[in-house]
């Protein structure tokens, strides 16, 4: 039994390799200063922040309390100031930056 010979891996064009990388430039959505309410207020300020300073606020916040869910890490298990964010006594960390909108101005 003959076997078919593979044809040879093509070589990448060098002009994609050669092409200098881009620097991303943030998203100025992400930059603008928002004001947070009272209740995330609590946990990271009262001062105006961008969107991105208040999530990681609030993660410091979470490691601060050891508020991780120990089994899960993706899970985030609520204390008093985070129940009036969350509205219930565990969310995931994916649902962090929704359930923060709806506290922001």
């Known amino acids: 039994m003959a ?20 620097k991303r430039t943030p998203n100025a959505a992400f ?3 928002l004001t947070p309410s009272p209740a995330l207020a609590a946990v990271v ?5 961008p969107r991105t300073e208040i999530i990681s606020k609030l993660w410091v916040y ?12 993706r899970n985030i298990n609520a204390d008093a100031k985070l129940q009036e964010l969350f509205g219930k006594p565990q969310v995931s ?10 506290h922001v101005k």
């Open 3 to 22: 076997t078919a010979k593979k044809a040879p891996a093509k070589a990448a064009p060098a002009a994609k390799a050669a092409a200098p990388a881009k």
């Open 31 to 33: 930059m603008k200063a």
């Open 45 to 49: 300020g009262s001062a105006p922040l």
């Open 62 to 73: 979470i490691k601060a309390h050891n508020l991780q869910d120990a089994a899960n890490k």
């Open 93 to 102: 960390m994916f649902e962090l930056a929704g359930l923060i909108g709806k």
